[in-house]
T-cell receptor, first 112, second 110 residues
Framework: DAEITQSPRHKITETGRQVTLACHQT?????MFWYRQDLGHGLRLIHYSYGVQDTNKGEVSDGYSVSRSNTEDLPLTLESAASSQTSVYFC???????????FGPGTRLTVL | DQQVKQNSPSLSVQEGRISILNCDYT??????FLWYKKYPAEGPTFLIS?????DKNEDGRFTVFLNKSAKHLSLHIVPSQPGDSAVYFCAAYINNDMRFGAGTRLTVKP
């Protein structure tokens, strides 16, 4: 069965460190997204990609970067982790813009 | 600025009764709306959607109503079941941008 996976599921890091969160989907979807979920804010879009070599900034992109070298993967990098980036991160994919997005199980990141 | 708002952080209903979850939005250009359901420690899962050209969409126990003039969206669950207990997010979409509300935690009591 097709799926979308995230790793690690939990991560604790220190302020200033570079962190990369992995997202892998086997749906063969062109579109991939990264969100963060914080209490009182729901899900906020960080970055998204509509295909290989395509990346775009979302609502809260400062301090984050992504790269899309193949269809299946969209890693999210925190260049220099900050305590404000402590959150739960969700990756999602969809066949096209108006289709439902399929979400991964999430990564809980704590920045100390 | 939160363009999509769910003003009720929680809702509790009795099993078998109707659950009504509400969502308001500020941008009249949104042209597609979705509801997602989320259980603890899992990612959100798609529930139901509606295009801005419609005012109602039904799927089994779930019905979404859209009132464009009021910029208001609601999700009705009838009858509610204990397994429906989860956090529900509404989302609105335009031009490659999806905005989510903060979520409403629904508890269905047996």
């Amino acid at each position: 069965d097709a799926e979308i996976t995230q790793s690690p599921r939990h991560k604790i890091t220190e302020t200033g460190r570079q962190v990369t969160l992995a997202c892998h989907q086997t749906w063969n979807h062109n579109n991939m997204f990264w969100y963060r979920q914080d209490l009182g804010h729901g899900l906020r879009l960080i970055h998204y990609s509509y295909g290989v070599q395509d990346t775009n900034k979302g609502e809260v992109s400062d301090g984050y970067s992504v790269s899309r070298s193949n269809t299946e993967d969209l890693p999210l990098t925190l260049e220099s982790a900050a305590s404000s980036q402590t959150s739960v991160y969700f990756c999602a994919s969809s066949a096209d813009g108006y289709n439902e997005q399929f979400f991964g199980p999430g990564t809980r990141l704590t920045v100390l | 600025d939160q363009q999509v708002k769910q003003n009720s952080p929680s809702l509790s209903v009795q099993e078998g009764r109707i659950s009504i979850l509400n969502c308001d939005y500020t941008n009249s250009m949104f042209d597609y709306f979705l509801w997602y359901k989320k259980y603890p420690a899992e990612g959100p899962t798609f529930l139901i959607s509606i295009s801005s050209i419609k005012d109602k969409n039904e799927d089994g126990r779930f019905t979404v109503f859209l009132n464009k003039s009021a910029k208001h969206l609601s999700l009705h669950i009838v009858p509610s079941q204990p397994g429906d207990s989860a956090v529900y997010f509404c989302a609105a979409y335009i031009n490659n941008d999806m905005r989510f509300g903060a979520g409403t935690r629904l508890t269905v009591k047996p």
